[in-house]
């Protein structure tokens, strides 16, 4: 599988930003998909999944309420929207693909190139 994140970008705090993932090689329903962000200096850290028939979702508590993951399997893509955006929500955010509904970021077996977001006070 290979992924394609877009729709990063410079937005002030309070404001929003919707990430696409863009997925082609391999039955892309057959996926969970995850959203995960690296800042400077930290970890990656898990942002969000969704399963394979979209029927599932979780998320980071640090984000809860204000992001939401959807898929598209027409469309080969998974998105994030982001709402209320804060500075500490600045990072590179990275799709992922893999066999279940994890936060481990071990226990995906495909990633995108990742999507700068920057958010300023």
């Known amino acids: 599988v290979q992924l394609q994140a877009s729709g990063g970008g410079l937005v002030q705090a309070g404001g929003s930003l919707r990430l696409s993932c863009a997925a082609s090689g391999r039955t892309f329903s057959n996926y969970a998909m995850g959203w995960f962000r690296q800042a400077p200096g930290k970890e990656r850290e898990f942002v969000a999944v969704i399963s394979g028939s979209g029927g599932s979702t979780y998320y980071a508590d640090s984000v809860k309420g204000r992001f939401t993951i959807s898929r598209d399997n027409a469309k080969n893509t998974v998105y994030l929207q982001m709402n209320s955006l804060k500075p500490d929500d600045a990072a590179v955010y990275y799709c992922?693909?893999?066999?279940?509904?994890?936060?481990?970021?071990?226990?995906?077996?495909?990633w995108g190139q990742g999507t700068l977001v920057t958010v300023s006070s």
């Open positions: 992922a693909a893999g066999p279940l509904n994890a936060a481990y970021p071990r226990l995906y077996d495909y």
